[in-house]
T-cell receptor, first 109, second 114 residues
């Protein structure tokens, strides 16, 4: 069975304090790994797709990386507007996404 | 484009009542997904459609849940009869094939069953 585990569950950062979120997964035949951002009261918003080990994607202060067993979302010099829940999801056979429980990030000014 | 549209945004009903949630996907998107999000279970896929055809409904919890997509611009998720444990936020998402993992989510419907 496909599984996604995210850690930590919650992260409190000072503005400018860089950190990393972890997404570990077990799947037979990974088609893609996806990162989403979810703000309170809203639907998830797509951030990145990673397809193979060694791949990296960047967007502003966010950088996602992928290995054979896990993915990291690095937040460099975060700002308060980076506060959100970050969700990781995997796609195996078919088009179904399996989501992790998310990491709640709070960036304090 | 207005994005994915869901209605109602909030629904409060009593146990045993029928509930219908509605979704309008982004025009031109081939895939439509229904998810449920709770604190305990996180975000779970209930069912998805490709070109209006249900492809995988293995996440639908039981026969009380049904979903339809009569055309490319409209889908419904129905719960009959509703139970308190159905209380959750229900999201609809759409995506253009073949990059179906890059999904665009609606704002969700917060359902409370008393």
């Amino acid at each position: 069975e496909d599984q996604v585990t995210q850690s930590p569950e919650a992260l409190r950062l000072q503005e400018g304090e860089s950190s990393s979120l972890n997404c570990s997964y077990t799947v037979s035949g990974l088609r893609g790994l996806f990162w989403y951002r979810q703000d309170p009261g809203k639907g998830p918003e797509f951030l990145f797709t990673l397809y193979s080990a060694g791949e990296e994607k960047e967007k502003e202060r966010l950088k996602a990386t992928l290995t054979k067993k896990e993915s990291f979302l690095h937040i460099t010099a975060p700002k308060p507007e980076d506060s959100a829940t970050y969700l990781c999801a995997i796609q195996a056979a078919g088009n179904k996404l399996t989501f992790g429980g998310g990491t709640r990030v709070l960036v304090k000014p | 484009d207005a994005g994915v549209i869901q209605s109602p945004r909030h629904e409060v009903t009593e146990m045993g009542q029928e509930v219908t949630l509605r979704c309008k996907p982004i025009s031109g998107h081939d895939y439509l997904f229904w998810y449920r999000q709770t604190m305990m279970r996180g975000l779970e896929l209930l069912i998805y459609f490709n070109n209006n055809v249900p492809i995988d409904d293995s996440g639908m919890p039981e026969d009380r849940f049904s979903a339809k997509m009569p055309n490319a611009s409209f889908s419904t998720l129905k719960i009959q009869p509703s139970e308190p444990r159905d209380s959750a936020v229900y999201f609809c998402a759409s995506s253009p094939g073949p990059r179906s993992g890059e999904q665009f989510f609606g704002p969700g419907t917060r359902l409370t069953v008393l």
